[in-house]
């Protein structure tokens, strides 16, 4: 993610020209049109009140043109897609509203009074000097509309100044008014586009902070499922998918402490493999894994109450915790999963004890007291599994 310091000189022109279209479209029709009307009311006395209203609708009809191309290239997001086009379209159709001005004046120095033509040149400046405000944002657009209304008139009275007093005066005057607003113009036009970039640079930084603040969010959450995954590597036997020794010795502590706090009682069995290494040396490993997978899932299924843990111990020693099983309780989930065993009938055909797969287990339950570990509780239970294996394997024996 690079974050780029400047406004591209693309988007920059297509910003001003959105910004344009969307402020000068209204008051583009609404300040000439104040001009048509009182254009109107000063020369209806003295110009034929058809031809007024000709011409009074003749420019309505290309202001409303124009407004009507603002609204289509807005909507149409033209000033993105085709931005020159629309430039030039923008400053043909500026150009053409000041030559109206321009000439509607000149044309009237010769049909009204003097009064009345000083009157509509103060008008023609002031449209002027007020379109000033929204359009200004593209320089050029402003320059056409000042060199194609101010312009003309300027240079007439300066080459006519022997028809009227004042025109000399006047067109020295408006020559320096078309400089002044030049001026003017160049300076509210940098002052638009150091806006408009200043927008862009704060809207593209709180975009960039944006994308950090979720590319962030997402890294944290693969942090968060890493750290997981690897608490999960940690705690759980990667071939039966049991908890490990390290889990098994949590869970007992824990169990210890709730059953300690609560003066329950809790039992551990531990379980092994009868013949596993008979069995290795005759199926092979991968056989005698299939064996260890198996026995992880029947004693998954043997366990059924809530907060009931199984693990791998080592090797093919297994162990189930089971909080709050009494004597009896652990005793009935022994035989359970000693029938479970034998019905999944996996055949063993070097066990000394039968044909198939079978298991020894030992049975411890606790009381736990102030001095309890797990190391105890996994000491006595192992007593009682390696009895098992002594009276003969497939047994259950209760320490």
Same mark, same amino acid.
């Given at each position: 993610?690079?974050y780029q310091?400047h ?12 910004l ?12 000439h049109?104040?001009g048509?009307l ?7 006395p ?19 043109m124009r407004?009507?191309h ?25 150009g ?7 000439g ?9 009074p003097?009064?009345?033509q ?9 449209? !002027?000097?007020?379109s ?11 320059i056409v ?9 300027a240079?007439w ?8 007093p ?9 020559l320096?008014l ?8 160049d ?11 200043l ?9 960039e902070?944006?994308?950090? !603040?979720?590319s ?6 693969q942090l ?10 940690a705690n759980?036997?990667e ?5 490990n020794r390290?889990?098994?010795n949590?869970?007992?502590?824990e %169990?210890?402490?709730r059953a300690?706090?609560s003066?329950?009682e ?12 008979y ?28 907060g009931?843990?199984?693990g791998?111990y080592?090797?093919?020693e297994? /162990?189930?915790v ?5 004597? %009896?309780?652990a ?12 019905? %999944?009938n996996?055949?063993?055909e070097?066990?000394k ?11 411890? !339950?606790v009381?736990?007291?102030?001095d309890?570990?797990p ?6 239970a192992d007593?009682?599994?390696?009895q ?6 497939n047994? /259950?024996?209760?320490?």
């Amino acid at each position: 993610m690079i974050y780029q310091r400047h406004i591209p000189r693309e988007e920059l022109f297509a910003a001003q020209l959105e910004l344009l279209i969307q402020n000068g479209r209204l008051a583009t029709v609404s300040i000439h049109l104040v001009g048509v009307l009182a254009t109107v009311a000063l020369f209806w006395p003295f110009v034929e009140f058809t031809s007024i209203l000709l011409w009074a609708a003749a420019f309505l009809i290309l202001l409303l043109m124009r407004s009507l191309h603002m609204s289509n290239a807005l909507v149409e997001r033209r000033f993105n897609t085709k931005p020159r086009r629309v430039y030039r379209q923008l400053l043909v159709g500026a150009g053409l509203t000041g030559l109206v001005w321009s000439g509607v004046y000149i044309q009237a120095t010769s049909m009204v009074p003097l009064s009345m033509q000083y009157t509509f040149l103060l008008l023609i400046v002031m449209i !002027t000097a007020l379109s000033i405000g929204f359009s200004v944002v593209i320089r050029e657009y402003f320059i056409v509309s000042v060199f194609t209304s101010l312009w003309p008139i300027a240079w007439w009275n300066t080459v006519h100044y022997w028809q009227q007093p004042y025109n000399l005066l006047i067109g020295l005057v408006l020559l320096g008014l078309c400089a002044l607003l030049v001026f003017v113009c160049d300076r509210i036009y940098q002052s638009f586009r150091n806006m408009i970039a200043l927008n862009w640079e704060r809207e593209t930084i709180a975009q960039e902070l944006g994308d950090l !603040t979720g590319s962030l969010r997402d890294r944290n959450r693969q942090l968060r499922d890493a750290r997981r995954q690897l608490t999960d590597l940690a705690n759980v036997d990667e071939l039966t998918g049991l908890g490990n020794r390290r889990l098994v010795n949590n869970v007992l502590q824990e %169990e210890i402490n709730r059953a300690r706090r609560s003066g329950s009682e809790m039992s551990v069995i531990m379980l092994d493999v009868d013949y596993f290494k008979y069995y290795n040396d005759t199926y092979g490993h991968p056989e005698g894994d299939k064996v260890l997978q198996k026995l992880a899932d029947v004693m998954q299924r043997a366990t059924t109450r809530a907060g009931e843990v199984v693990g791998r111990y080592g090797g093919e020693e297994f /162990i189930l915790v089971l909080p709050g099983a009494s004597a %009896e309780s652990a005793q009935r989930t022994a035989n359970r999963l000693r029938e479970l065993v034998i019905e %999944e009938n996996m055949p063993h055909e070097t066990s000394k004890v039968a044909k198939y797969v079978t298991v020894s287990q030992g049975v411890v !339950t606790v009381i736990p007291d102030a001095d309890l570990l797990p190391a105890d509780i996994i000491n006595r239970a192992d007593k009682a599994l390696y009895q098992a294996k002594d009276g003969g394997r497939n047994t /259950i024996t209760v320490a």
